[in-house]
């Protein structure tokens, strides 16, 4: 990943810098890595997040709820 620094503005390269990183997803897998989960953890996250998917997408598409 790289990042120019024009002039003397580092302020800007390094929020270019954060922004490329958040983008890529490199932080993120780095960040999963640090330590091990186990495999039913794992799974389990991925459910709950995918029920949570769920969730919000039923809640977007339902109608809203009566006023009266």
């Known amino acids: 990943m790289r990042v ?3 002039g003397t ?3 800007g390269a390094l929020r270019l810098f ?3 990183i ?3 997803g490199t932080l993120f897998q780095y960040k999963e890595k ?8 794992k799974r389990q996250r991925k459910m709950a997040a995918a029920k949570n998917r769920e969730k919000k997408r039923q809640g ?4 809203p709820p ?3």
């Open 18 to 20: 954060r922004k490329k």
């Open 4 to 6: 120019t620094v024009r």
């Open 60 to 63: 977007a598409t339902s109608a």
């Open 34 to 41: 640090m330590h091990y989960e186990k495999d039913t953890t």
């Open 66 to 68: 009566k006023l009266f």
């Open 22 to 24: 958040t983008e890529s």
């Open 9 to 11: 503005n580092i302020e």
